[in-house]
Structure formats: C-alpha cells, structure tokens
C-alpha cells in the first residue's frame, strides 16, 4: 500500500535558504542605506543580523507553520489569533504598504531606462517633475495591461531577473576585491574601525526603518516551512544559510561601495543612482567603459518591470479576495469577462497616482525619488509589527497553537524576544515620519514631514474606512453605498481639497499652511456632508 501512495516532493534546506534570500536583500538596498549612513552602515547590517533578522526570520518559520492549513500568510495569521476585523485590517495594511512600493519600483523602471538609454544621469537633469509623475503613471498603465495577459511568464521572469540580480550583486564585491588585490585605492579615507562605526543620533534612529524595509519579506517563504522533511532540524539551518549569505552581501558589499564612494561625501542622489554609478566605476577600474553599468541596467529594468506587472495583479487580487464581503465594498470585489478586478486595478491606480501627487512639487526629480523610498522605510515596517504581534499572540498560549517548528521552547523567553523585535519596529517606524535626505527644519523638510503623515493617514484610514462603506451597502435596496451625485460630490471635494493643499504647499508652505488647514478642514466637511444622508435603506 506505501508504494501506491504518492510521493510527497520535499523542499530542502538550502533551497528554501536561496528562496528566501532573494525576497530579503538587492544591491539597491546597499546603497540607499550607504547613503543614510555611510560605512557606519555596516556595524548596523551586523547588528541587523543578529538582532533583527535572525529571530525575525525563525518567528516566521513558526507562524507558518502553526497556520500551515491556511496557506501561511501574514492576515491568516493575524486573524487566526485576534479575528476577522483584524485579519481583514491586515490584509489591508497589507496592501496599502504595497502602494508607495509600487510606485517607487514604477519611478525605478524611468530612471534605469534613461541610465540604459543614455549611459548617464542625464535624463534627470532634463525632466521636469510633472514630466517624471507622467512617465511613470504610463508605466502603470502599460503594466496593468501586460499583468493581464502574461502574468504566469511574468511571475517566472521576475524571479529568474532576481537572481541575475543577486547575481550582479556577488559579481561587484568579488570584482572589487579582485581590484584591490591588484592594488586598487579604496576612496573612503580613512578606513579603520571608527570609520565603521555609525554616529547614534537622531538621523540614525530615523533611517533604522529603512533598513528594516531592506531585510523585511521573509514572510513570503513562510508556507514551505511545513514542505521540509524535518523542519525542526532543517529550518534552522535554511535561516543560518540565509543570515550567512545576508551578512556576506551586507558587510562586503558596504565595503565595496566604500571604495568607490567617499563615505564621508558621498553624492546627493546616491540612492537614485548609486548602483549605475558603482557599476559605471567598476567597468572604468577593469578598462570595460560602460558594458557593466548597461548590463546592469537593463537587468533591472528587466527584474522590475516584470516585479511591477505581477505585483499590481497580485497585491489587488490579494486584498479583494482574502478579506470577503463583510469588508470590502462590492463596488471594489466587482469582476470584468475575464474575472479582472477593474475597480480594485482603479483603486490601486488612484492611491498610486495620489502618492505621486503629493510629492510633485518637491524640488527635484531627486527629491521624489528620495522622499517616496523613504516613505517605504516608515509603512513598511509597520506592517511587520504585524507579525511580532501574531508571534506574541501563539506563545502568549502555546498550547492552543501547536506547531512541528518552535523557535525557543521556554514561552517567556520566546516572549521577551518577541517584544524585543515589536518595540524595535515600531520605534523605527515612528522615526521614520522625519524626513532623512532635506536639511532640517527647512521648507523642504517641513513639506516632506507633513505629506507623510497625509499619505499614511490616507492610506491606513481608508481601510478603517471601506467596511462602514460595505454595512452601507448592505442597507441600500439599490445595492450601493452612495447615489452617482453623492460619488461625484465626494470624488470632486476630494480632489479640489488634495489639488488645493499641494499647491499651497509647494509654492511656500511655511506662509500658506493656515490656508492649507482651512482647507483641509472645509474639503472634509464637503466630504461629509455630501454622503451623509442614506437613500434607498430596506425596511426593517
């Protein structure tokens, strides 16, 4: 009888390391963090490591496995410990945290085009703001289109693109140190223990969520953790491969970027361009001209316009599906012939085009660039207090959550660590409000400070949002939460209320903010006022 039983195919411990390493860390997240904190970056990646990534990444493993029934996701979890509102507040958060990500993976897809097409920076300095919000609303639109029709080569081809990626990334430490070795010069100078070392001041505290955005995503692998032949011995050592493979990547590759780079002056638009520039420098060492820089180039603009399209398909049908009809609206679950969520696409379309919005009257094309990565380091890790909150959940009673993986058998100890890695994140996610890459206190960084708290309200409150707009479905015989003038007055308060506070803001902020605050509060009173009153309620 066991041999017509059929064989289960087992994932080994390496390959789930591999798998796993390519959804944490990019050559990308080298350098932004390079430029918050200079080589100092890397006693940070250190203490990343064994600190944060390391527990982080064996939470996850238990988490999925405790839920392995329910697929492993991050909103099962949640909801299997603290119920359906908060599985669906998850899921929604979830999402949200997904808008500002796409939008800069858009913005990416327009500047490695111009390093591509131009072999320079010299797109950037010709593009007006307004021109780069354009060009890359177009890319949405081209990838919505695309998603539709190839999402299944897609989905291959991102991850083939992340792994010539990684790839990349390995080529450029190894190639550097092979330079040196031949007697190449390092440009930070000096280059000893202090220089490593970073300055623990406020700016730190407020670039510590982006390199938690760096070294987040572990959760993805969550379902393969119940797939291992012997998880309790096999996951752990797939999580030491991987915090191996991370600290190489990190460390070395800090390294490497500190001899190229000046850390202690290093260029403003580092994080927009320092992987072209790293990669122009090293084909410039090896006498290679431009042939690294344009191979690199076109590598990225290949993994993430492939990214882009699957991300945009995945994250809507994500959200539409994993929360139900108690929650989201039917008007957004709503499906074309082809079973598309068109209304969910305009949702994701919309929120994309808002966040565009709010930072187009920032100074430079570098400015946008800088402000929406960094608003990524504050949503980012906020949805992943998520998962130390299920952690603490499952051992707060272990025994009505059993699973064949347990990180830390004692409970309290489990606990402490949990907490640890909760009150981390939520710090760094509060310090990341404050703007990183402006001189402080300028109009500039007054605009960035004040468009974060505008995007995060936006983007978390409509979520608080949606389910009283579902109950209001519920009681209209029509079906319909709102009539077609109350939508339209809605939409139009909307978007006068968001197109008259960014043009006060980006003319002269510090002069016009009571104006701005007048309104705000006169846009959401129009708001109010127009869908307050209920038509077409059932009979009780």
Known sequence: MEDLEPKKNYISWPILALMDFVTVIGFDDLTYNFQNQGMGVITSWVIMLFLYVIPYSLMVGQLGSVFNHEGGGLTSWVRGTSGEFLGYFTA????????????????????????????????????????????????????????????????????????????????????????????????????????????????YLTTIGLLIYAVNGAELIAPFVTKMR????????????????????????????????????????????????????????????NTLMYIFAWTEVFYLAALLAVLLDAMTRMLISDTGAKYMPKVLRKT??????????????????????????????NDIFNWLLNLNGIISPGVTCWIFFAFIKIRQDSQKFPSDYVYIKNDKLALAVGWWCLIITAIATIFGIGPQDVKFASSTWWYELVINFIAIIVLI??????????????????????????????????????????????????????????????????VIAFGWKEYNLKEA
């Open 92 to 203: 929604w958060t979830y999402w949200a945290a997904s808008i500002p990500y796409v939008v800069d993976t858009a913005n990416s897809i327009v500047v490695g085009l111009g390093w591509a097409y131009n072999g320079n920076a010299k797109m950037q300095s010709q593009m007006s703001n307004g021109w780069f919000a354009f060009w890359t609303l177009i890319t949405f639109i081209v990838f919505i289109f695309v998603q539709s029709r190839f999402k299944r080569s897609l989905e291959v081809l991102s991850t083939i693109g992340g792994i010539a990626m990684f790839g990349m990334t390995v080529l450029f430490v190894l190639m550097t140190f092979a330079g040196l070795a031949a007697g190449g010069h390092i440009a930070t100078q000096p280059m000893n223990l202090h220089t490593i070392v970073p300055k623990f001041d406020l700016h």
């Open 336 to 365: 074309n012939s082809n079973g598309l969520p068109v209304n969910g696409y305009l949702l994701t379309c919309g929120l994309s085009a808002f966040i565009m919005l709010l930072g187009i009257f920032l100074p430079s094309m």
């Open 461 to 526: 409150g409509l979520g608080v949002v949606l389910p009283y707009v579902t109950r209001r479905e519920g009681r209209s015989t029509t079906g319909s939460a709102f009539t077609r003038l109350q939508w339209t007055g809605i939409l139009a308060a909307l978007f006068l209320t968001i197109v008259g506070d960014l043009a006060l803001g980006g003319s002269n902020y510090e002069h016009n903010i009571v104006s701005i605050v007048i309104i705000s509060i006169v846009g959401i009173a129009l």
């Open 230 to 289: 012997h998880p309790k011995r096999e996951f752990p050592k797939a999580m030491i491969m991987l915090a191996v493979m991370t600290a190489f990547l990190t460390i070395f590759g800090s390294f490497s970027l500190g001899v190229f780079f000046d850390g202690f002056n290093l260029p403003n638009d580092l994080k927009m361009n320092g992987s072209y520039y790293a990669f122009q420098a090293l084909g410039k060492q090896y006498h290679m001209g």
